[in-house]
């Protein structure tokens, strides 16, 4: 197998100081966001974040395979910079296009030794299951424990809303929901609002139980390759719990933030913890951002 990143043939955005390559390392059906050599940093500047929504709208429109649940992920806290100490991100993209891609970049010898990929995105992709699956056994578990603790009553979800954004906890999943209240929003403007409110949230929370000290997480932004003056948000349904009748009521969200499943649990406020567990309980658990 060859031990480097390779870049994707044809890249729509040479100009720019940012690049997407295939994760030749851990065959999984995404692409890498980096620096290029000459520009590799810690942390990005400002306009280079706008160069990576501009690189991915822009490879979106020249892949149109690749548009469909696509979705653009940060990681932050733990889950973030455990083998790589440059900035990176992943864009996470459909399994079916990415494995043609794999597969014409391998016929056309690009790849020399590395005809394996396939095989191993397959074996990772069963270890991933297998190893959520235990997730999901563990949290149904332990649920007990999580129950009651203080941050779900001392630190609601609704006091980081803004003027432009939403949150919500969402029904099946450990992850908190985010819905635009105009589908014009620059997706630079969310992804701003969904760092801090990551940075904010994670000191909150830390302060009334250490658990939440650096915790690990995905700031997941739907994306798309609708050619438009700025880049915008990406609306996408998804199944909401709400302090109602109903409970769950299926929404419009622009991205989520992934969560540890445990430490969503705490958080989630006590009346949604009957439906949450049996929704979470008859789901897969998958996580492939």
Known sequence: MIKQLIDIPANP???LPVELVFDVLTPRPHFIIKHKAEFRKATPTENELKDVMKLITDFLIEKPDYDSNTILSFHRGLWYKQKCPDFHAHLCVPRKSYCREVQRMISSNQWL???????????????????????????????????????????????????KFTLVFLASSPRIGVIAKKETTELKVLYNFMENFYFSARKKLSAINPLYENFGAHLC??????????????????????????????ERIVGYVQMEEQLYLRWLPEIFHRTWLHEFRNNQHFVRT
């Open 113 to 163: 030794s590395s005809k394996d990929y396939l095989n191993r995105l397959e074996q990772n992709l069963i270890c991933s299951k297998v190893k959520y699956s235990e997730y999901q056994t563990k949290c149904l578990v332990m649920a007990y424990r999580c129950f009651n603790d203080p941050v779900s009553r001392y630190l609601p979800l609704s006091q980081f809303n803004t003027s």
């Open 221 to 250: 932004l739907h994306v798309g390759g609708k050619k438009k003056k700025n880049v915008h948000v990406v609306e996408r349904t998804d199944r909401v719990l709400f302090n109602t009748i109903e409970r769950i009521k299926t």
């Open 13 to 15: 955005s040479s100009d």
